[in-house]
Nanobody, 120 residues
């Protein structure tokens, strides 16, 4: 059984930066696609960024150039570096992965989420 635990969320001013981390416990093969999703109040959960085991990435259009997803397969870690944050980036951010995950579809493993609030 794989468990995903996110960290790094918080309150940041517009234009600021945050780095989210996701620690995977249990067996998380490096071949699994891993991703970050977010859900804002009253909205559906959406893909933010995803990365293959080999480092191929996919991003939501509105975060392109501002967010960077990366992974450390040896440490079972996935990261989301966020810069130039905007109020509309405010959401709970979830780590995701699994054997059926693709660069555009979520896998079966979810973390509990970490809240990112962008506000002055």
């Amino acid at each position: 059984q794989v468990q995903l635990v996110e960290s790094g969320g918080g309150l940041v001013q517009p234009g600021g930066s945050l780095r989210l981390s996701c620690a995977a416990s249990g067996t998380m093969p490096s071949r699994y696609v891993m991703g970050w999703y977010r859900q804002a109040p009253g909205k559906q959960r959406e893909l933010v960024a995803a990365i293959t085991g080999g480092g191929v990435t996919n991003y939501k259009d509105s975060v392109w150039g501002r967010f960077t997803i990366s992974r450390d397969n040896a440490k079972n870690m996935v990261y989301l570096q966020m810069i130039s944050l905007r109020p509309e980036d405010t959401a709970v951010y979830y780590c995701n992965g699994g054997p059926l995950a693709t660069l555009t579809r979520a896998g079966s493993y979810w973390g509990k989420g970490t809240l990112v609030t962008v506000s002055s």
